[in-house]
RNA sequence: GCUGGCGUAGCUCAAUCGGCAGAGCAGCGGUUUUGUAAACCGCAGGUUGGAGGUUCGAUUCCUCUCGCCAGCUCCA
């Protein structure tokens, strides 16, 4: 048979030979070849090649050799497991991006020791350099050899599997272990295994099963990647919004108000201001216009938006009112709704477009609030569209350009967007959903956005496109998200007078772009490290004196530059200047300015940017223009235009 | 909500196998007038998350409760 080597060589080999003996024959091998994808499907390197493939090599750079490396890796601390605690159950255990876990039924949590005494173990077992085989099953063999072998939850997950279609087992030692595969050749191919912490899960995620073992670890080919790994965990902590908002004196969530109930102190609201100011700028030059709304309605409209029958669980309590029943608003829409109809609207009327930054309220169960990620009250920066339905693409196309520009100006380059279609739970006719999703589909593909299909992800009332940014560590966040809503207007009874007189119904489109401006700001938090750019730092410049007798023209400067718009303030302590620079430092404030007598005689300012750069002296004019440049979002908003 | 862990001064952390709760930083008062990441001296700071219980005595042990943390589930 043929044989041909993606972007390699390709030769005749013997039918029937493995992938690696195949690769090696062409002239490929090697230890750092963990698995390999054959007409592009992974499979394991001892596989038996027929036909006339083309064989790719997957090694550890490759997103799929890592998978297959962390998956072994799960199985290699499974056995160790097992062989240190032979009552623990086998359950499954997955890669994960950068790590994998594997769950176990044992008696009582894995303690630290006992991850010490597993890992080591594990290293024993790479050490040993088992060989690692495929076995398939018929599908009542497999449940025998699993009972027999006491794994009652392999014998579960096997009934659940489809009758008539192999079972493949994998094998090294005495340890098997039911998996699809594919796996590495050996133990040995595995270079670190590092155990990084337990905890409980549910049995198929499910809350009403038992609560299995969890033991998180990672991999890599190096101790050095290890360590790599370990550091970048460690820089992650560091950066924690959750420590950096109170390191920093920006927020805080307190126990006498509740959980999940953001303080803004006076600095996180100043860079909140920031963010809010540049969002309702921008939004009004994108053609939106901006309403409030109150944030309590009487029930009856969350009955007629049907909240009340498909969002209640996440609604607080109502509260009762002169005989009538108030909710505390978990979303928007019904007010904005109700302005559209306010009046009677015309097809030239449309599209409208209504933005609030507007604060709702959710129930969240108490196990899943985080910091400012996960919270109960919380602002989003909401705007519905109303069009008719050949307006609609175009609208979605627009709404897709603003939230990648407004995502840009917040330092986010890296994108990740889902396309959610319909929920088993949901509302509306499949022609509107059709018609909804095909919309959005086309609006991505007009702006040649690549995305991932999520089914079944959509709102009850809707499909929508969901887009993740990716931080500074690579880290994704779910923040702007466009849903079309058929639902609402049918239930409001919404309506527009078209070129033909009669009266048809609009569609609604919901977006917010950063999502939550909570969340948003943690996001900023970490992504920045709390060292914001200089439009969003909470104090642009700090202006200090050395001696007292410089405190008149400090505070002079200082009132210049707030003149001028800049969030400045004076440190005339009676400190030593390293001290007061120190201060700066830790409150990450972009711009320090020194003035000692030199500079007070020529009207200078000595000039020391963030992190010790020294930017010598310069005048008041020239601080400001300084600093103008440094605040260039409004620069790139010139590059926004439609 | 579930499993496990944790709540000590404004912050970061000690200590008490049941016997007067202690440091650094921050704060306040002095001294010092300072040149780019920590000057010096002093003072003050606590119902040890909350409520019960056991005990001569509880911050420590027990029960309940509130909150936080790591996950699970869910999600902006």
Redesign the pocket.
Known sequence: MNVSVNDGPSGDIQTGKTVSDALSELGIAGQDILAAKVDGAVVDLSRPLCGSPVVEPLRFDRAEGREVYRHSSTHIMAQAVKELFPTAQLTIGPALEDSFYYDFAFER?FTPEDLERIEERAAEIIKRNLTITRREFSKQDAIDFFRARGERYKVELIQGFPDGEPITAYAQGDFVDLCRGPHLPTTGSVGTIKLL?T????WR???RNP?LQ?IYGTSFPTRAEVDAYLARLEEIKRR?H?KVG?ELDLIS?Q?EI???LVLWHPKGAAVRLAIENFWREQHIRDGYELVYSPHTARLDLWKTSGHLDYYRENMFPSMKLEGSEYQLKPMNCPYHIMIYQSHLRSYRDLPIRYGELGTVY?Y????????L????G?T?DDAHLFCRPDQMEHEVSRVLDFTFFVLQTFGFHQFEVFLSTRPKESVGGDEHWTLATSALEAALKSRNISFHLDPGGG?FYGPKI?IKIKDALGRSW??S?VQVDFNNPERFELSYIGEDGKAHRPIMIHR?LM??I??FFGILIEHYGGAFPTWLAPVQAVVMN????QQDYVAAVVTQLKTAGFRAETDLR??????K??EA??AKIPF?L?A????MQDGTL?V?GR??S?LGNKTVAEVLDLLQAEVKYTQRELQHTH
């Open positions: 949590p912490n905890a409980g899960a549910y995620g499910d809350e609560m969890r924690d959750r109170k969530i126990d509740g959980p999940g959710r969240e169960r108490t196990g899943v609030l985080h910091g990620m996960r919270v109960r919380f989003q709102a969901d779910q923040c998200t917010a999502g939550s909570e969340r050395i001696t007292d007798r009676n400190e030593k200047i390293g001290f620079i120190r430092e830790k320090m020194v000692g007598n030199r500079e000595s020391r992190s010790g020294n």
